[in-house]
Each structure stands twice: as C-alpha cells, then as structure tokens.
C-alpha cells in the first residue's frame, strides 16, 4: 500500500498522521511535545511502525513551528507553514469552506477562503489568554480536567464576565468572581466567553466571518468555546472528526504530488538523535548554528546565514 506522511510539531504537542492516495486516514497520533520535538517524533514513528509496519512512503510533509527541524530529522517532500496546511485540509473536507478559526495549544489562527484560495488570514502568537494552554492551566487551577470543562461550560445559568485581555487580569477576575460567590458553571461560561471575546478582538477586527465556518486545534474539543463563538456570532461552527490533528493532514495532502520522496526511512526512529549548537566565528555575523547528531555524525545542520556549515552536513 503506498502512503503519505504528515506532521505538525507544535510547541505544545505533535500531531503525525498516515493517508491513503484519496486523502483518507490510515494513522494518527496526538501527543505532548514536552519539549522535545525530536523524541516526539520518533516516539511517534515508533508506535507507527509498530501498527502498520514498514508500509511503503510515498511523500512527507511537515508544518507547525517545527516544521523545519521535522524535515531535518525525517527528510520531508513539502514544508509548509500552518495557514496553508489548515487551508487544505479543510478545503479537502468541506470544499465550500469559507473561515477556518483554528486555536491551538501557543496560538490562534483566523483563515479566509474565498473559492478555494486563501485571501486573508490573521494569526496571534502573542496573547496567551486565547490558547488551549490558558485553558489547561485554568481547568487545573480549578481542580478539573481539561477534558471536563466544556461541559461545566453548558450548564451555566449565568455566566459571569472574566475580562480576557490577558492572562493576568483573566486569572485575577476568576479568582475574584470565586470570592464574591459565583458557583463554577458561571465561571467557566465566563472564560470560554472571555477567551471567544480575546480571539475575535485580536484576530477578527473587521474581516468577514462567513459561512461555513470549520471550528479546529485542540480547543474545537470544549463544547463551551464552540457554543460561545455561537452565540457571540450566530453562526454554526462545524468540528471535524480530527479537529486537532487538521496541520498534519493538510501537510500530508500536499506530499502527494511528490515524485521521488525525501523519506530518510523507518530506522530513524532507532537512531540516536540529538541536537547541539555553536557560534560561528568567521565573520561579525556570529551565527548560531544549531546540528543534529546522529551519534558522532552530523546529519543537518541550519541557522547560518552565509550556508557555509549547512553546506558541510553529513
């Protein structure tokens, strides 16, 4: 069976999915990056290999904020950032998509897509109050799993206004809403509205959400975020079945075009990895120059300006 690979590392977690020819999923994992893009992924490649075998690579795309170290690392077909990833994965599932809103665990992205082209697009990587990590620290703060705060979300009677520029005055507000009394389903209403309010102001600012609109990231899970967005916009918000893991497909759809693939093979998920850094100091540049090692080997090596070092990689 031939096959593509996708995948988005992000700061927070790494998604990797497997698709047939047709764009269908075969594979997916979602897991914490924890800070180690590189054990993540061979974790992943791991635990896939393990399920499907040394299935046959056709193509390998990667996107998020480690896209680039991902190619290092796995040898990828096409390398794309995330705006143009989401757009293709949610135009390969609903063709007549018109606004993707899409919030992660760091970052919050808002897409426009006029006949199938992305015309505009905004993206906040700034304000952590509107991110899937706020969320997580709130839920835990509050004694609850992430998992169970969209339900606390809608059963709220009244929610209670959390002001959501920030995380500090967010946090405070909550703390002082709990003090005057209001019970937890207010609270939590109050801070899916507060963070609904935060992305519109942040990222909407006039551009035109129109219908259909495809609700994706880790955040699309809390049934709270998604009834606040309609209610605040009175629009239905459509979460697809893999609402978080939508960058690694739209990265793998984009490989299938590859003809000859990059795909370093299944054994790098036995390799010993590992990263390494210096300073170049031929020139006033002084360029950081980070590497992968293989053991002893250098495999990559990036961030000089000049390419001299990139040039010199195993």
Same mark, same amino acid.
């Given at each position: ?16 999915? /497997? ?6 999923? /075969? ?39 480690? *896209? ?43 897409? /426009? ?6 015309? $505009? ?19 835990? *703060? ?50 899916? $509205? ?73 054994? /790098? ?41 990139? *040039?010199?990689?195993?």
């Amino acid at each position: 069976m031939e096959a593509y690979l996708g995948i988005d590392v992000g700061s927070v977690t790494t998604k990797v999915v /497997l698709i047939d020819r047709h764009g269908n999923v /075969l594979w997916n994992s979602y897991n914490k990056t924890m800070g180690q893009p590189i054990k993540a992924i061979q974790s992943a490649f791991s635990v896939l290999r393990r399920d499907v075998g040394d299935i046959e690579i056709r193509g390998v795309g990667t996107t998020g904020s480690g *896209r680039k170290l991902a190619d290092y690392i796995v040898g990828a077909d096409q390398i794309k950032n995330e705006i143009t990833a989401h757009a293709v994965s949610a135009i390969h599932l609903i063709p007549n998509v018109r606004t993707i809103v899409e919030i992660g665990g760091q970052d919050s992205k808002l897409i /426009l897509i006029r006949n199938g082209v992305v015309v $505009d697009f905004s993206m906040n990587t700034v304000c952590a109050a509107g991110t899937g990590s706020f969320l997580e620290h709130q839920a835990t *703060r509050l004694g609850m799993a992430i998992e169970e705060l969209g339900n606390y979300a809608l059963a709220a009677s009244s929610p209670a206004r959390i002001a959501g520029r920030c995380t500090v005055f967010a946090e405070s507000d909550m703390i002082h809403k709990q003090q005057m009394g209001h019970n937890l389903e207010d609270i939590v209403a109050g801070l899916c $509205d507060a963070l609904v309010r935060n992305y519109l102001n942040n990222l909407s600012r006039g551009k035109e959400i129109s219908d259909p609109v495809i609700f994706q990231g880790g955040v699309a899970a809390n049934p709270g975020i998604k009834a606040s967005f309609e209610r605040e916009l009175g629009k239905e918000f459509i979460v697809p079945h893999y609402y978080p893991i939508m960058g690694a497909i739209g990265a793998a759809l984009l490989s299938r075009n590859t003809k000859h693939t990059r795909f370093r093979g299944w054994s /790098l998920s036995e390799k010993q990895l590992s990263t390494s850094s210096f300073y170049c100091s031929d020139c006033p540049n002084a360029c950081g120059v980070m590497q992968i090692n293989d053991c002893d080997a250098v495999i990559a090596r990036w961030g000089d300006t000049c390419g001299k070092w990139g *040039r010199r990689e195993g």
